[in-house]
């Protein structure tokens, strides 16, 4: 009986570990995880900033499709070889967030440049903390960064210290507005420079080839335009 | 094959894997790089940084636990008051805690929309994103680790040697400062080092109540996963030196707790 035991818990422990032919597993920037979910329902998604996914496919991590919040993350893998070649999906734009009670008063991108309010960021390295500092330096406020409290490392992340009420603003995708399930209200940037361009690519060493390909044609296909439209996306 | 062989086989087999499972990943945290690459790794900005602001906190932080925890172990020791199992549980109940749990609760506490943080707010405090909320999310993960072993440690002080000293008048403080505390400093150290290496090594709480600012509330935890998304090398300089600091407080605290 113990013998059995001890045979069952093995097995499960190896079976763990053994690359298993199931259901895709999609690495998608936390600001794709719901329009992924909808266009891969059978899938497994794995939702965190572009650049911590990045790190977790160059440490071999069982992957087959990556969605990048931006263009330069997905050509570097692209690059060393771990990934086939991105396609451009969808486009986006940055916009400031504040909690629902609005305690800081905030309604025009000049009052983030008050001494005392409290912005998060996203870090430096993630597309969307490389998007916002260039998005500010295009606008010329960069001072605004002085009033950074956090750097966090996904766009959820940033969201969530808002939607809490813990900071008093942030810059993040339009898109992520909706996710935060009404607790933040979106004030929009003037015009600027960045284009914020998200791609999508086949892992190289995946172990659901077909599967894979298919997910990436329905994305950029009709079904894909479709629900990245509703979700807010502009479309390339 | 006999009933003992049999049995020893087991163990053997047992250890090495135990071995492999445990030391193998540290191990390899060291081999990754070369020792050069570590050390210079490890006088970058962003290290260095997290490595003050880490000394920093976690000493105001301990100064408190220990300020607070010995009286509180002092009295759960030496006194019988209903309640009192029930007490030392609760205080005890961040060890078991999951840290983002921990985070949750300090956020529902202190939080701007928390229990505390309207009151706060109202004589201009916030804590969050603050160094005061890396030291609060220190202070409630690390304090139980010290006040349980200063509870048991204090509990161990022989009974008559106190009551003799009762009898020949010495007042409750004297009883505390000239007996009970010079025969408890071992046990305090060692429970005192468990805790500083708790609150250094936190993450969790402080992650999701303080956020991550280079210099402000970005501490070694916070910076090794930071850096493990921007350069590999300082995020294991940094982990092989926490590795290095765990191991030396391991030590400290078995010596310490060795020949009573």
Known sequence: MRAACLLVAVTMTLGACVRDEGSLIVFAASSFADVMRELAPGARINAAGSDTLASQIREGADADVFVSANESQAQALHAEGLLQAPAVFAHNRLVIIVPDDNPAEIERLEDLERPGVRIVVGAPGLPLGDYTRAGLASLGVTSILENAVSEEQSASAVVGKVALGEADAAFVYATDVASSGGRVRSIELPPNDVKITSTIAVVTETNRPEGARDLVASVLGERGRRALAVAGFTLP | ?260
């Open chain 2, 1 to 260: 094959m006999t009933r003992g062989r049999w049995f020893t086989a087991i163990m053997i087999a047992s250890t090495a894997l135990a071995c492999i499972f445990l030391i193998l990943p540290l191990l390899a945290l060291f081999l990754r790089t070369t020792p050069a690459t570590l050390v210079s790794a490890l006088g970058s900005p962003p290290a260095r940084q997290a490595l003050l602001l880490s000394l920093k906190t976690s000493t105001i932080a301990h100064v408190f636990i220990l300020l607070v925890g010995t009286p509180v172990a002092y009295l759960l020791a030496t006194s019988t008051f209903k309640g009192r199992k029930t007490l030392i549980a609760l205080l005890e109940l961040p060890l078991v805690l999951p840290p983002a749990v921990a985070g949750l609760a300090l956020l529902a506490a202190f939080g701007r929309l928390g229990l505390l943080g309207g009151p706060l707010r109202a004589v201009g405090i916030q804590i969050a994103f603050t160094e005061a909320a890396v030291v609060l999310a220190i202070i409630f993960v690390a304090s139980p680790f010290y006040i349980r072993q200063a509870v048991s440690t204090f509990e161990g002080v022989d009974p008559e040697v106190v009551a003799a000293a009762r009898a020949l008048g010495a007042r409750p403080w004297h009883v505390f400062s000239r007996i009970s505390l010079p025969l408890s400093l071992r046990g305090l150290g060692a429970g005192s080092a468990l805790a500083w290496a708790r609150g250094l090594g936190e993450f969790g709480a402080t992650i999701m109540v303080a956020g991550s600012f280079p210099g402000v509330t970005r501490t070694l935890p916070l910076a090794i996963y930071a850096e493990f998304d921007r350069n590999l090398d300082t995020a294991l300089a940094l982990g092989a030196l926490m590795v290095i600091v765990a191991g030396a407080v391991l030590m400290t605290t078995r010596v310490l707790s060795q020949n009573r």
